[in-house]
């Protein structure tokens, strides 16, 4: 078996390198001069290792992604850097492995190898360990329409993996209107502003100070008690809380706004699934059409799960919306207008207040599917991953 190694830099740089790691147990299996389509081309290649060749603050900024989004490829940073400001600067984006800019052929490869062999020790005990990150599940809940069922489905789908035994928490990422608190009947008091407010890069510890918790053990981080204190978050921010929250929950339940923002695309890379959401009017269809589109060239296609939040009756059939949307639905949600209303009126989610409605029966089965550990994509990506090949050897 070989170890796959993704080269990020300049085209020469890279062209040079690719010449000089000519091994029978090293491949290189791309090279990728756009730091902004690193993660694309992990989940492409299913690199092991990432040789970055500079380190330019884009270059950095990639590691760290790769460090909080692909943890089972390690990047490893070529540098002549010896002034210890700038060692520390790519040690802080979580970068384990800096070796000197000009070694010779024979040792880099020597260096790579052992580099892998270290990391696959690490994961193993990590998949061992009960704190492994590797369990979490990040489910996005998405749509690009407004008023879909969107935060229904996020905050239902939420309780109804808590009453399974599940450790969940719930971000609600939709800044400015967010409205989980009060589907929860939690007040707003510490909400997601307050927490970057006190931190501009949060930890574990910090973020789990703001979070509210609700009755059925969900946690929650709400959004901003003001619209305009939604624009101060950054996607970095964003992205860090799913990071650090990753080692103390089984799911990350994501409510997210109707928009293509930086916000959106950091949720999309974090996702172990979406929940794609529609309607099955023709208006909403062809927006989910659109939607999808963008949706499937920024995520894996086998992570979207296609959710219809409504009746479906006579007029459009299954296999009319599967056609035009290029997928099947996954699960259908049925309208509960009556069920859907009470439950926001009361602040009480409706699996728990209306328990026997239709509506209340597909949220549950929805979060079956999802709890039932029988998503391929799932599957796909442990086939793909360092530990496997390694445990197959
Ligand atoms: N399955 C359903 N049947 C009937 N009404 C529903 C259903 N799901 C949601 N609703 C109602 O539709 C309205 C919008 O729902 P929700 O807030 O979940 O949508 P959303 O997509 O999150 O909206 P936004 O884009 O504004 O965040 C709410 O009044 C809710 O009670
Ligand atoms: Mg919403």
Redesign the pocket.
């Known amino acids: 078996m070989k170890v796959k190694v993704l080269l990020l830099g300049s085209e020469s740089e890279c062209q040079r390198l690719r010449i000089y790691l000519r091994d029978d147990e090293i491949s290189v299996v791309g090279i990728v001069s756009d730091e902004n389509r690193v993660l694309e081309e992990i989940s492409k290649t299913a690199a092991d290792l990432i040789l970055v060749t500079n380190t330019s603050p884009m270059s950095l900024r990639a590691c760290q992604q790769i460090y909080l989004l692909r943890p089972r490829s390690v990047p490893v940073v070529l540098t002549q850097e010896n002034d210890l400001d700038a060692l520390q600067k790519i040690i802080e984006t979580g970068v384990h492995y800096i070796l000197p800019a000009q070694m010779e052929p024979a040792a880099l490869i020597s260096e790579l190898k052992g580099i892998f062999t270290n990391e696959v020790n690490r994961i193993l005990s990590l998949e061992n360990s009960s704190a492994s990150p590797s369990k979490s599940k990040v489910v996005l ?1 998405f ?1 690009t ?11 239902n789908l939420a309780v109804k993996l808590a009453q399974r035994q599940n450790r969940v928490v719930i971000l609600d990422y ?1 800044f400015q ?3 989980v608190g009060t ?1 929860l009947g939690l007040s707003n008091r510490s909400t997601i502003s307050e927490l970057v407010q006190e931190q501009v890069s949060p930890n574990a510890d910090l973020t789990r100070q703001f979070l509210a918790l609700h009755s059925s053990g969900v946690s929650a981080l709400l959004a901003p008690n003001s619209p305009e204190d939604g624009a101060a978050i950054t996607a970095r921010q964003a992205e860090q809380i799913i990071s650090v929250l990753r080692v103390y929950y089984d799911y990350i339940i994501i ?4 928009v293509l923002n930086d916000i959106t695309t950091v949720c999309l890379d974090c996702a172990s699934v979406i929940v794609f ?1 529609t309607k099955c009017d023709i208006a909403s269809l062809r927006n989910a059409k659109k939607g999808l589109a963008i949706v499937e060239a920024l995520a894996d296609s086998e992570k979207i799960k296609l959710v219809v ?2 009746d479906l009756n006579g007029q459009i059939r299954e296999s009319d919306i599967a056609r035009v949307l290029s997928r099947p639905i996954w699960q259908v ?9 009470e ?2 009126n009361l602040g009480k989610p409706v699996v728990e207040s209306y328990p026997m409605s239709k ?1 209340s029966k ?1 949220l549950e089965q929805l979060a079956l599917k999802i709890d039932g550990g029988n998503l391929m994509d799932l599957k796909g990506a442990k086939k793909n991953s360092l530990i496997y090949k390694y445990k197959r050897r």
């Open positions: 809940v749509g329409k407004g008023g879909i069922g969107k935060s229904t489905v996020a905050v939709s209107f967010g409205c589907m409510d997210s706004a109707p959401i939040c409504d949600i049925p309208h509960d207008y009556r069920a859907a209303t439950a926001v509506l597909g």
